[in-house]
């Protein structure tokens, strides 16, 4: 388990999703805010302001987030704050320049510096919305600033443009992309005898998530879902101590 440690100076501000929050220095001020995006801050009417807070809330409920983003800022001089995702994995420090945009799976934002831009974006396919594993809705992050990203197991960066132009990725594996990338859905096999097997005993699902073009995919070496069905199995699966115990009982008749 990893964890993201900023030190802040005057006019450094970050925020997290809520719940990311792990520790913080004294003199760091926590704010709750509904309205994140900086247009939204830059209105002065109180009609508009209600308006733009209704739908940050709106994207960040479509997108996976919680309602809120807990806002930290220093006073009296530099501070630190910690924070740290839910699962076990690793997590990735992304450094946005303001030339591309980025796109990530829903619950993926841990921190990012207030600086850069929340948004969300429609899949542009059909197929993907439905069957993508993420729904329609994708995390967008734009302008300039650090973000922070947190993965199930490990990252994997791979560029579709290394391997013919086109990869193929288990749908709950899918991570982040950059905005030169076509993402869309690809049926697992055909209608063949191969594709019914890969269907039914495959344990991959229907679809596979496609990404096509030049430019970074980030991958996470463990599916969520998966891990979460395997605990719940083996939950009532007798531990070794337990086979030891029931080994030395019936040892005795």
């Not at 009609?47 to 930290?72: C, H, M, N, P, W």
């Not at 995919?217 to 969520?224: A, C, E």
């Not at 979460?228 to 030891?244: F, L, W, Y």
Request: aromatic share 10%; glycine share 14%.
């Amino acid at each position: 388990m990893q964890m993201v440690v900023c030190e802040l100076s005057h006019g450094e501000e970050v925020y997290c999703d809520a719940g990311k929050f792990l520790w913080k220095t004294s003199n760091m001020e926590m704010d709750t805010r509904f309205g994140t995006s900086k247009k939204t801050q830059e209105k002065k009417g109180f009609l508009d302001q209600a308006i733009g807070t209704a739908i940050d809330i709106g994207k960040r409920s479509l997108a996976g987030e919680s309602l809120a983003f807990v806002y930290f800022t220093p006073q009296g001089g530099d501070g630190l704050v910690a924070f740290a995702q839910m699962i076990p994995g690793e997590i990735k420090t992304f450094e946005l320049d303001g030339t591309q945009d980025l796109y990530v799976q829903s619950d993926g934002l841990l921190a990012a510096e207030s600086s850069l831009e929340f948004n969300i974006a429609l899949t542009k396919k059909l197929g993907a919305g439905f069957f993508g594993g993420q729904g329609f809705i994708l995390q967008k992050y734009s302008d300039k600033g650090s973000l922070f990203i947190g993965s199930c197991g490990n990252f994997i960066e791979l560029n579709p443009a290394d391997y013919g132009g086109t990869i193929h990725v288990d749908t709950g594996c899918l991570v982040a992309f950059e905005d030169t990338i076509d993402y869309d859905i690809e049926f697992v096999g055909g209608l063949d005898s191969r594709g019914i097997k890969n269907l039914l005993f495959g344990g991959e699902g229907i679809f596979f998530a496609r990404l096509s073009g030049n430019g970074k995919v980030w991958v996470q070496s463990m599916n969520l879902s998966s891990l979460a069905r395997t605990i719940v199995k083996s939950s009532g699966q007798p531990t070794a101590e337990d086979r030891t115990d029931l080994g030395g009982l019936l040892s005795g008749f």
